[in-house]
């Protein structure tokens, strides 16, 4: 059984950066592809990233490429999503999710684990 608590929500302002973190507890989470989603109020999930079993490689979605990064650090069974010129809409739960297998995928039907998420408020 592998349980997730994500932690970092918050309110900032537009412009501003936030680091929503994930530790994970259960079997080896090194060996399994991980993500981010996110879900607004009144709007369905919606994938925000993931990243390789290593770390190696990583998916964006187009809403967010080039403002988020997430990373992972195998060692603490931990991942993070770093977030840079947040935006209202980006305002949400975020949820991490780990999926029983190595690779980066992007459906939420793949990922079999989900934390309880945490709430990020961008707003002035």
């Known amino acids: 059984q592998v349980q997730l608590v994500e932690s970092g929500g918050g309110l900032v302002q537009p412009g501003g950066s936030l680091r929503v973190s994930c530790v994970a507890s259960?079997?080896?989470?090194?060996?399994?592809?991980m993500a981010w989603f996110r879900r607004a109020s009144g709007k369905p999930r919606e994938w925000v990233s993931c990243?390789?079993?290593?770390?190696?490689?990583?998916e964006y979605a187009e809403s967010v490429k080039g403002r988020f990064t997430i990373s992972r650090d195998n060692a603490k069974s931990e991942v993070y999503l770093h977030m840079d010129s947040l935006k209202p809409e980006d305002t949400g739960i975020y949820y991490c999710?780990?999926?029983?297998?190595?690779?980066?995928?992007?459906?939420?039907?793949?990922?079999?684990?989900w934390g309880q998420g945490t709430q990020v408020t961008v707003s002035s």
């Open positions: 999710a780990t999926a029983m297998h190595p690779q980066c995928v992007r459906g939420y039907q793949f990922y079999t684990y």
């Open positions: 259960g079997p080896t989470l090194g060996r399994y592809a």
């Open positions: 990243i390789s079993a290593e770390g190696r490689y990583t």
